[in-house]
């Protein structure tokens, strides 16, 4: 299938998780790719994966600059975007009392901040009919303690897909939520945890699911893809949340 023949897709996080494997779903959909995060060994272990001629981009999604030049680099490459994958995003564990100023800040300044100039910064690329796919979390349906700022942060994500599809709806640009419950990802290697440690959080969390286990990170692939794709043509400001049944048990 070539779900995404002729569409060329900016993937933020690119080199891990989630990210990753919607790298190497998009790519066999036939979708020109543009990988962006801040490590670049991990992008081009990635774009060799998918083969083709992936353009790899480093930098941090807090830093506008950064963003600048992603969106230069694209553009010179691609001409045009057709969709935009905000997916990468730093999720920190801290009760409110540890949260302090700098990790409030770093929250919010990727997983809000970035995300929304990187909208603004894409804006006069993107190319009618286009996607823009931001990732929030499934946990927000039903909130573990120590993530608040977190779960503000992906609140205030999942608000601005639905302002932002009334004010691009008619510029046939559509912006939707993918809300991952648990997936199975590096993400919880970040968390200076042992091994054990990971493992036994791991395990928690899969048994808060209906289906009793982690997600992968490709079946939220296949969410983006929809998303991504015209299949999802009549989906707009929508928040699909993937979580295996964690906010009904
Ligand atoms: N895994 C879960 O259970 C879960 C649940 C709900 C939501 N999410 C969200 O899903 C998204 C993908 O996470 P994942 O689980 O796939 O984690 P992951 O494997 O750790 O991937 C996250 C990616 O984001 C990139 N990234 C982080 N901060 C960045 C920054 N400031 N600038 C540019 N890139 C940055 C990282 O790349 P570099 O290291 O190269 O910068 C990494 O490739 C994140 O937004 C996460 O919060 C995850």
Redesign the pocket.
Known sequence: MSRLAGKVAVI????????LASARLFAQEGAQLVL????RA??VATAQLIGGDALVVT????HLDDLDRLVTASVDRFKAIDVLFL?????PFAPIEATDESLFDRCFG??VR?RYFAIQKFLPHLRAPASIIL?S???LHKPLPELSAWAAASAAVRSLAQSLSVELADRGIRVNILS????D???YD?YGMTSEEVAATKQGLAEKTLLKRMGQ?EEMAEVALFLASEASRYVVGAEIVADGGYALT
């Open positions: 933020t996080g690119a080199g891990s998780g989630m990210g962006f995060g801040r490590d991990k992008l930098g941090d999604l807090a997916n990468a995003g730093n999720a990727v997983n970035g990732t979390t499934g946990l991952p419950g648990p997936i990802t590096p993400i970040g990170p």
